[in-house]
Nanobody, 127 residues
């Protein structure tokens, strides 16, 4: 059974930083595209960043230059380093993984491509 468990969310002031972690069990991060998605109240879920390997990260335009996604395949853990946080970054952040391997479409940041989801961790940025 695949489980993705996020941690690291919290409340920060604008300009602050947070690092989210997602630990996978029953799943190999090394063979699959994984990503972070977020959803603000009343909004649709949107892709934040995805990664298959260290050379192939993809980011939403709104977070480029501020967020960094990475994977530690030895720990089966996905990370999202978030710097220069803005109030509009507020939302529930979800870790996701695909059930099929390879890099195809990984950079599309499309939630429909992902089969496994964590329970989410809340990020709140105050101005």
């Amino acid at each position: 059974q695949v489980q993705l468990v996020e941690s690291g969310g919290g409340s920060v002031q604008a300009g602050g930083s947070l690092t989210l972690s997602c630990t996978a069990s029953g799943y190999s991060s090394s063979n699959h595209c994984m990503g972070w998605f977020r959803q603000a109240p009343g909004e649709v879920r949107e892709g934040v960043a995805t990664i298959y390997s260290d050379t192939t990260p993809a980011y939403a335009n709104s977070v480029k230059g501020r967020f960094t996604i990475s994977k530690d395949n030895t720990k089966n853990t996905l990370y999202l380093q978030m710097n220069s946080l803005k109030p509009e970054d507020t939302g529930m952040y979800y870790c996701a993984g695909r059930s099929w391997g390879g890099n195809w479409r990984c950079g599309m940041l499309q939630s429909m491509d992902f089969d496994y989801w964590g329970q989410g961790t809340q990020v709140t940025v105050s101005s």
